[in-house]
T-cell receptor, first 115, second 115 residues
Framework: AQSVSQHNHHVILSEAASLELGCNYS??????LFWYVQYPGQHLQLLLK??????LVKGIKGFEAEFIKSKFSFNLRKPSVQWSDTAEYFC?????????????FGTGTRLKVLA | GAGVSQSPSNKVTEKGKDVELRCDPI?????LYWYRQSLGQGLEFLIY????????KSGLPSDRFSAERTGGSVSTLTIQRTQQEDSAVYLC?????????????FGPGTRLTVT
């Protein structure tokens, strides 16, 4: 069965520290990949997405992610976090195969940034 | 413009009662998804609609769960004979079309508590 693994469940960082959140998926075919973020008290919203082309994707608020096909990974990075990045982050995948529109989400990573 | 709305925002019900959760997607969005978010479980896919039909209802946990969509717009998720393990936040999302890779827009969720 298709699945998405986020190995870091809770991450605590100080402001200005670098961030990398892991995401691995299990699916043998072509996929589309997403990172969503849920700030405290807010809706889930899209951070960035990968369809094809350049495997390094840039999103909002200085976030980026790199798709490494050989490793089935789509890790999220930010060089210098801010207190306002405190949120829960979800990785998601949807197969590119025609007729398959199901999105599979990981269990999420709770990030706390200390001021 | 208006985003995805869900009602009620909170629902407390007694075990064994039926509940109905409502989702109003963004106008013009043809695809609609229901998810369940439990602590530590991430987003669990429940069902997906394209128009009024549900090509994928594989995530519904049991036959106590059902959903419908009318007029290609509003959707209701019904849980019959609620159990304590049904307590969770139920999220609805819509996308412009069911084609791969479209961003999902999420509602605020309905927090269901079964006592």
């Amino acid at each position: 069965a298709q699945s998405v693994s986020q190995h870091n469940h809770h991450v605590i960082l100080s402001e200005a520290a670098s961030l990398e959140l892991g995401c691995n998926y299990s699916y043998g075919g072509t996929v589309n990949l997403f990172w969503y973020v849920q700030y405290p008290g807010q809706h889930l919203q899209l951070l960035l997405k990968y369809f094809s082309g350049d495997p390094l994707v840039k999103g909002i608020k200085g976030f980026e992610a790199e798709f490494i096909k050989s490793k089935f990974s789509f890790n999220l990075r930010k060089p210098s976090v801010q207190w306002s990045d405190t949120a829960e982050y979800f990785c998601a995948v949807t197969p590119s195969a025609s007729g398959t529109y199901k999105y599979i989400f990981g269990t999420g990573t709770r990030l706390k940034v200390l001021a | 413009g208006a985003g995805v709305s869900q009602s009620p925002s909170n629902k407390v019900t007694e075990k064994g009662k039926d509940v109905e959760l409502r989702c109003d997607p963004i106008s013009g969005h043809t695809a609609l998804y229901w998810y369940r978010q439990s602590l530590g479980q991430g987003l669990e896919f429940l069902i997906y609609f394209q128009g009024n039909s549900a090509p994928d209802k594989s995530g519904l946990p049991s036959d106590r769960f059902s959903a419908e969509r009318t007029g290609g717009s509003v959707s209701t998720l019904t849980i019959q004979r609620t159990q304590q393990e049904d307590s969770a936040v139920y999220l609805c999302a819509s996308t412009e079309s069911p084609s791969r890779g479209h961003e999902q827009y999420f509602g605020p969720g309905t927090r269901l508590t079964v006592t």
